[in-house]
T-cell receptor, first 113, second 112 residues
Framework: EAGVVQSPRYKIIEKKQPVAFWCNPI?????LYWYRQNLGQGPELLIR????????DSQLPKDRFSAERLKGVDSTLKIQPAELGDSAVYLC???????????FGPGTRLTVL | GDSVTQMEGPVTLSEEAFLTINCTYT??????LFWYVQYPGEGLQLLLK?????DKGSNKGFEATYRKETTSFHLEKGSVQVSDSAVYFC???????????FGQGTILTVHP
């Protein structure tokens, strides 16, 4: 069974530039999560999807971050414009339901210069 | 709000040494508790979990017991191997909808 796929694995951009991350969850997983992991910290939830619906985006900085999950499968997380403080690893996870095990992708390491 | 505190690392051990990584939590109600492991270059993997007080989670020689009275979920292994070198995260899940709250992670390095 293929795991959660994320791309790109690494991204370096200058501040004020836009950036997008892509996630393909495990087939059949209707719940998808985006987390941000700052250096030396644990992941923090940004947004959670149930199929196409964002059911918890309370931690997503909506002034510059946006996300979508078209057709309830793949998801894209976008930052526009990026700031220096956005440098982090962005993790995608999926599960078959809120109370089931979350499977994590390898993450995208973003560096904003 | 919910929070998880792990012992500060990094932790460096010799092969076959005993491992303890402390984890305490603050939460309303009775959360589920987890240990995740992150090997170099890989994503987080669930190592073990416990869903109620006094439950013991175990996997690959690692164990942790859900202690409600001390709000703790310490990770232990009797004899570590070089291949156990990784970052370990303690986490709790709100049973209302399964949101994971993570600790800051503990880096473990095991030398031959």
């Amino acid at each position: 069974e293929a795991g959660v796929v994320q791309s790109p694995r690494y991204k370096i951009i200058e501040k004020k530039q836009p950036v997008a991350f892509w996630c393909n969850p495990i087939s059949g997983h209707n719940t998808l999560y985006w987390y941000r992991q700052n250096l030396g910290q644990g992941p923090e939830l940004l947004i959670r999807y149930e199929n196409e619906e964002a059911v918890d985006d309370s931690q997503l900085p909506k002034d510059r971050f946006s996300a979508e999950r078209l057709k309830g499968v793949d998801s894209t997380l976008k930052i526009q414009p990026a700031e220096l403080g956005d440098s982090a690893v962005y993790l995608c996870a999926s599960s078959t339901g809120d109370f089931n095990e979350q499977f994590f992708g390898p993450g995208t390491r973003l560096t904003v210069l | 709000g919910d929070s998880v505190t792990q012992m500060e690392g990094p932790v460096t051990l010799s092969e076959e040494a005993f491992l303890t990584i402390n984890c305490t939590y603050t939460a309303t109600g009775y959360p589920s508790l987890f240990w995740y492991v992150q090997y170099p270059g890989e994503g987080l993997q669930l190592l073990l979990k416990a869903t109620k007080a006094d439950d013991k989670g175990s996997n690959k020689g690692f164990e942790a017991t859900y202690r409600k009275e001390t709000t703790s979920f310490h990770l232990e292994k009797g004899s570590v191997q070089v291949s156990d070198s990784a970052v370990y995260f303690c986490a709790l899940s709100d049973k209302s909808y399964g949101k994971l709250t993570f600790g800051q992670g503990t880096i473990l390095t095991v030398h031959p």
